[in-house]
């Protein structure tokens, strides 16, 4: 299993954030993606010292409910916090208007700059989007364009591999999205709740070849440990649901979602 979306390193886990990897990959975690969501967190990153271990991939980003008025600086004080460190993605970045709605054009500049440095380096970005979906489009269709003005001068035109991350939306929120870009969905805990309301049906009108396995943790923990601080140890649950909701065997929607997974992490770029 690969648990794409953990902040594990966030939390004073029980025996520290090194104790909780190790429980992960003692549930059967064989890999575990880190994205970044501000200084502080890069911070935590580095003071693991991760470089060399083949379990841990690094998202680096400016989360959208952390950006400042400098946040050009704070995505450069980030980068230069990882440097020399291998990241296997741009994230977590996108939009958020559930805490505050006021910095709307702020947040889509900073989300479309570091979705065109994610091209630049030829890597996937890992998407927060809440409350903001239709803005969120806008952003990716201006990616678009911009990616086809670079084209005219010879420049590839591949957009980066695209992921909504914690997504909990419906089956017409898919179809919305794929009219824009072809992502992948990562879905985490809220798929086992019982008022997780059309996310079955929506993971239904994904597909398994387009799913990709999350915890948020430590957030978002899955029945039966929900309420709980969620950790990577509890991606087996998810698991499970899933495969119980597209009615196929536990094997084989780790298999594919393994696969899903490989195929979009499959390249890290040493941060210079």
């Not at 995505?75 to 559930?98: F, M, N, P, T």
């Not at 678009?144 to 005219?152: D, L, P």
Request: charged letters at 25%.
């Amino acid at each position: 299993m690969v648990d794409t979306h953990t902040h594990l390193y966030m939390q004073d886990y029980d025996g520290g954030a090194e104790a909780a990897i190790k429980r992960a990959l003692d549930a059967g975690v064989g890999r575990l993606i880190f994205p970044c969501v501000d200084l502080p967190s890069a911070n935590a990153m580095k003071s693991l010292n991760l470089s060399g271990n083949s379990a841990i991939g690094i998202g680096l980003g400016i989360h959208p409910t952390e950006l400042g008025d400098d946040w050009r600086d704070h995505l450069s004080q980030v980068r230069e916090i990882l440097k020399g460190q291998e990241i296997v993605a741009i994230g977590e970045i996108g939009l958020d208007y559930h805490w505050d709605a006021s910095r709307k054009e702020e947040q889509k500049e900073a989300f479309l700059y570091q979705m065109q440095l994610a091209w630049e380096l030829g890597l996937p970005v890992i998407i927060h989007s809440r409350d903001a979906l239709d803005d969120t489009l806008e952003v990716i269709v201006k990616l678009k364009k911009w990616i086809e003005h670079k084209a005219e001068s010879g420049v590839t035109d591949d957009m980066p591999t695209l992921i909504f991350h914690s997504f909990t939306g419906s089956p017409d929120d898919v179809d919305k999205i794929r009219e824009v870009c072809d992502p992948y969905f990562g879905i985490n805990g809220v798929v086992t709740f019982k008022n997780s309301g059309a996310l079955p049906d929506a993971v239904r009108r994904i597909g398994i070849d387009r799913i990709l396995l999350e915890t948020d943790s430590p957030y978002l923990a899955p029945v039966p440990r929900r309420g709980r601080r969620n950790e990577s140890a509890y991606l087996p649950y998810i698991l499970n649901k899933i495969a119980e909701i597209l009615g196929m065997s536990v094997d084989e929607c780790e298999e594919i979602t393994d696969r899903n997974a490989s195929y979009v992490f499959r390249r890290g770029v040493i941060v210079e």
